[in-house]
């Protein structure tokens, strides 16, 4: 997924070798939001099979820089109030049985989060970047979360900054609410309060393959 989700967002930001498996369980437990912008595969049926990729190299284990499903639920995320898993696949880009990476929030929510936004299928990594630095816009001045989420699709499909062919809902549907709807911040607090409640922990992990752009 590009930087451009998170820049500019308040918090702690970790990007390439920084983006480390260890680094994220050490940090997950202190921070009310959490966004990670990675690869993600989900297995409905195997729980070895699901996993959130951190930066690694070929060499390494795969456990070294997989954050597998069972290790999730044993995470401590009561401080967490919004997960937003905006992976760039998931399930080989399908929707396995409906369910795909909705396992991988179920064990965030188990974990503590209150509220989990995820994809539930493969993410154009154009739009998803739109959508979601809309989403954190909308989240910073009190929106619901549900509300967030919509109004950023909204804005995406009025933007004119998009072709009308990228704005098929295959684009922009993706991502989903699972959890509590209500705002990471109460309305009316003063913006320098609301830096210090948002903190945005961020994971972009660069791999070593080709992505697929649009043509």
Not at 195 to 208: P, T
Request: glycine share 6%.
């Amino acid at each position: 997924m590009s930087i451009g989700e998170i820049s500019g967002l308040p918090g702690k930001e970790l990007s390439g070798s920084e983006a480390v498996k260890d680094q994220f369980i050490f940090l997950s437990g202190r921070y009310p939001v959490i966004h990670l912008a990675t690869h993600a595969i989900a297995n409905d049926s195997n729980l070895l099979g699901s996993y959130i990729e951190f930066y690694g190299l070929k060499k390494d284990a795969d456990t070294t820089h997989r954050l597998y499903e069972q290790e999730i639920y044993t995470l401590d995320l009561k401080s967490a109030r919004l997960v937003i898993l905006s992976a760039c696949e998931t399930g080989n880009g399908l929707l396995v049985n409906g369910e795909g990476i909705i396992s991988l929030s179920r064990a965030f929510s188990y974990a503590g989060c209150k509220s989990v936004i995820t994809s539930l299928w493969k993410a154009d990594e154009l739009s998803t970047s739109f959508i979601c630095k809309r989403l954190h816009y909308y989240l910073q001045r009190g929106f619901a979360i549900d509300r967030a989420l919509q109004q950023s699709k909204i804005d995406y499909l009025e933007t004119n900054e998009v072709e009308e062919r990228y704005k098929n809902p295959a684009y922009w549907a993706h991502l989903v609410l699972i959890g509590d709807y209500h705002p990471v911040v109460k309305p009316g607090y003063s913006r320098e309060i609301f830096w210090v409640a948002l903190v945005a922990v961020s994971l972009i992990v660069f791999f070593a393959m080709k992505k697929k752009n649009r043509a």
